[in-house]
């Protein structure tokens, strides 16, 4: 098994002309195939660039923000937000990008508002929506209409029901309350495994995956719609572990257990690029309607990529190990954070129809992730490594105490 320091690595780049597409579901795939063998490195473009990243990337304060000139014609949007798991970061930059943009927002967060759950991030953050002038709501999706009380919106936007049975009645409410265009937060994830990544729109999805339903349906009940198939993401407010998995290990000098080889590809957008994205598709309907939208950056990583930008946002070296899950007995489901496998999208829809550009930089955004990671005493916090301890014992790699 490979252990080994941290190094500086090069890009690979593939370059492929600019296409036009006529549906989502229409796509001729551009493919790579990318045998694991192959990688010459820990990070590579998906899309036609002459630069390894953006050479400037629009950010905005992780506190804070200002509003730009009003919208062209601004819309009233309704976020219905998970209360738990990664995607409930996503509704809230939503609506931080839909007010900076003159947009009316009112956010509806899944449960009640002196739960527990809204003391973490990033319901704890909500006085930066309503300081701005947006709205926050709290309740059942079920009773939607009882919830806003009457109120009317122009967009609804559903980012949390998995399943037809959560997101139907919320659907239902839409339209017969005259809302004009519904988007839907489904996943990448219900992509089927592919022999030739990355994963574009029109692959063959699960047909037995929740969210497919819920694609189905809303397209069937509405003429102006749009789905979106995020896969990972950064960003401050996020109550998702991804970076900060690394960052535990690296602070404190332990090794960083990866399963396989380590080239495993995936995609890790910083939360801005998803609600640039959406926010088009509201500025844009005509041109977002009846579109399937990767909601993803336009850069893969591999793990051992991401493991080692973590190291060089904390600057410190890291240690990896590679390991077998099956041969060690454990499930690579709970002792890493992603997939085991190949898992990226590329965000080709967003890019031809809507004319979204990625803003993601790994190796900065890591930096404002650590800072913040710091600021908030998690390098300090104490922590149980079990399961890495089992993966590593069985290894034989020692673990400083």
């Known amino acids: 098994m490979a252990a080994f320091a941290s190094s500086s690595s090069s890009s690979l780049l593939f370059s492929s002309p600019p296409t036009k597409f006529p549906s989502p579901s229409l796509y001729p795939p551009l493919r790579l195939s990318l045998p694991t063998s192959s990688f010459l490195s820990s990070s590579l473009s998906l899309s036609p660039s002459s630069h390894a990243y953006p050479t400037s990337s ?15 014609e601004k819309k009233k949007v309704l976020i219905v937000n998970t209360n738990s798991g990664g995607h409930a970061v996503i509704g809230f930059y939503f609506a931080k990008e839909l007010l900076g943009s003159g947009h009316e927002v009112t956010i509806f967060t899944v449960g ?10 990033p319901f704890n953050r909500f006085s930066e929506i309503t300081s701005a002038g947006g709205k926050t709501v709290w309740g059942d999706p079920a009773d939607v ?7 009317t919106f122009d967009v609804v936007l559903d980012n949390n029901g998995k399943d037809l049975d959560t997101v139907r009645p919320v659907v239902d409410w839409a339209k017969s309350s005259g809302v004009k265009q519904f988007l839907f937060i489904s996943s990448a994830g219900i992509y089927k495994p592919t022999d030739e990544p990355p994963h574009v729109e029109g692959d063959v999805v699960k ?3 929740g969210h497919v339903g819920v694609e189905k349906y ?9 789905v979106f198939r995020p896969q990972y993401m950064i960003g401050s407010g996020n109550n998702k572990d991804c970076e900060e998995w690394f960052f535990d290990r ?5 090794p960083v257990p990866i399963p396989g080889s380590g080239m495993q590809l995936t995609n890790i957008a910083h939360v801005w690029d998803l609600s640039s994205m959406l926010t088009l598709a509201v500025e844009k309907p005509e041109a977002a309607c009846c579109n399937i939208f990767n909601c ?49 999208a590329e965000p080709r829809a967003a890019k031809d129809i809507l004319g979204w550009k990625s803003t993601t930089n790994l190796p900065e955004d890591l930096k404002e992730r650590f800072e913040e990671y710091v600021k908030i005493g998690r390098d300090k916090k104490p922590m149980q490594f079990e399961m890495d301890d089992k993966i590593l014992g069985s290894l034989k790699v020692p673990v400083a105490v």
């Open 296 to 344: 993803v950056s336009d850069r893969a990583v591999t793990l051992d990529g991401m493991a080692k930008l973590c190291a060089a946002a904390a600057g410190l070296p890291v240690e990896i190990v590679h390991y077998d899950p099956k041969a060690i007995g454990i499930d690579a489901k709970k002792a890493f954070p992603f997939r085991n496998v190949h898992f990226y």
């Open 207 to 209: 047909a037995d995956a």
């Open 58 to 72: 629009r950010r905005y304060s992780a506190s804070s923000f200002t509003i730009r000139a009003s919208a062209a």
């Open 145 to 151: 209409g009882k919830v806003v009380a009457g109120a």
């Open 112 to 121: 009640e508002e002196g739960s527990d759950k809204m003391k973490k991030p």
């Open 218 to 226: 809303v397209a069937e009940v509405f003429s102006s719609w749009a």
């Open 250 to 254: 690296i602070v404190r000098k332990r």
